[in-house]
């Protein structure tokens, strides 16, 4: 019972201390489960739906968006697929730490999928919608790290996996409560 409580106290305390730092990076981050898995929903319908032109290019990211990024994280640096990252334990000065293996966009929707490594490698999800202001909703969840994407079949693939992985997550943590 007191591991329970230790954790609801730091999950609580971190999901506000993101809260905080994503709205004052101008829009509002998944910082409740809740709400989060409802934007997964939503965001599942809506991108299925896109005509989503695949890329695999960080300079794709619009530029008020990528501010945005670099304020939520202290500096969203990315590599393209094939680049030198970080992908072990020894650091290097001036390599991103995140490899970017999909970037999917409209004229209002992006995808960006990347992997980091720590003790292992980790992929990472955001999708977004954005207008000429910037980031307009956001969503961001983990998926088992995986390789660079080029087609529609395997775009769609990755949408109904990544709600699988996160649903399933969701589902554990709210069955652990």
């Not at 929903?41 to 890329?55: A, N, P, R, S």
């Not at 209002?108 to 003790?119: G, Q, R, V």
């Not at 087609?151 to 652990?176: A, C, G, M, Q």
Request: glycine share 6%; with cysteine.
């Amino acid at each position: 019972m007191k591991n329970k409580s230790l954790f609801y106290l730091l999950f609580t305390f971190l999901a506000f201390s993101y809260t905080l730092y994503a709205q004052e990076c101008g829009f509002d981050e998944n910082e409740k489960l809740d709400k989060s898995e409802k934007k997964l929903d939503w965001f599942v319908k809506k991108l299925k739906k896109q005509g989503l032109v695949i890329t695999n290019d960080k300079n794709d990211i619009p530029l008020k968006v990528k501010e945005q990024l670099d304020c939520y994280t202290n500096g969203f640096d990315l590599a393209n697929p094939g680049e030198k990252y970080q992908g072990g334990c020894i650091v290097e000065e001036d390599v991103p730490s995140r490899e970017l293996t999909l970037l999917a966009k409209t004229k209002e929707y992006l995808i960006i999928s990347y992997n980091t490594y720590a003790l292992g490698s980790s992929g990472h999800d955001i999708w977004i919608k954005y207008d000429e202001t910037g980031i307009t909703d956001f969503w961001s969840g983990s998926n088992m790290a995986r390789f660079l994407l080029a087609s529609r079949f395997e775009l769609i693939k990755y949408i109904e996996e990544t709600e699988s992985i996160n649903k399933n997550k969701y589902r554990y943590i709210n069955n652990n409560n």
